[in-house]
């Protein structure tokens, strides 16, 4: 299954690439499903963080994401989940690409694939189809309040709140 997101940031490609590549272990700043994130301590692909990037995640728990490409000139990253997905999964991937639109605006696409695993995984892919575009429609616009003003998304702030209590 794919899932595919867009939209339009009003900043600069190079203040896109600053949060989503360089400051790429730093997702549980902006994204409201994840509440801690950590990477491997490796240095990763073309000058990235880490090679592999840990995360809490609500609903789902523990994962671990590796770097499959990480492209700063082009603004492109991907990875894939290699560990702590649901038993009905079978994998999980993601990228995203920023291009500039001018020198204030970015276009955001993100396109994630999904493969349910057994049975119940394909009893349950409408279901799943419907959480994931939902969840990435989310952090989407989630990454965008956070590039654009600084500051978290009230959704993340109160799964920040929440998870802390």
């Known amino acids: 299954m794919e899932i595919r997101q867009e939209t339009i940031i009003n900043k600069s490609i190079a203040d896109c690439w600053e949060i989503l590549g ?18 491997d301590g490796k240095s990763g692909l073309n000058g990235a963080a880490c090679d592999i990037r840990g995360c809490h995640v609500s609903g789902m728990g523990d994962i671990k994401e590796k770097l499959t490409d990480f492209d700063p000139e082009n603004h492109y990253l991907a990875y894939e989940v290699i560990t702590g997905l649901p038993a009905m999964m079978k994998a999980a991937k993601n990228s995203w690409k920023l291009s500039a639109i001018n020198a204030e605006q970015t276009r955001l696409n993100m396109a994630g694939v999904i493969q349910p695993k057994g049975i119940l995984g394909s009893l349950l892919k409408p279901v799943l189809k419907m959480q994931f575009d939902k969840m990435t429609k989310n952090i989407v616009e989630e990454f965008k309040h956070y590039v654009e003003t600084g500051e978290q998304h009230p959704r993340k702030v109160k799964a920040a709140q929440k998870y802390a209590a």
């Open 22 to 39: 360089n400051q790429y272990v730093d997702i549980y700043k902006w994204a409201s499903p994840v509440n801690h994130a950590e990477g």
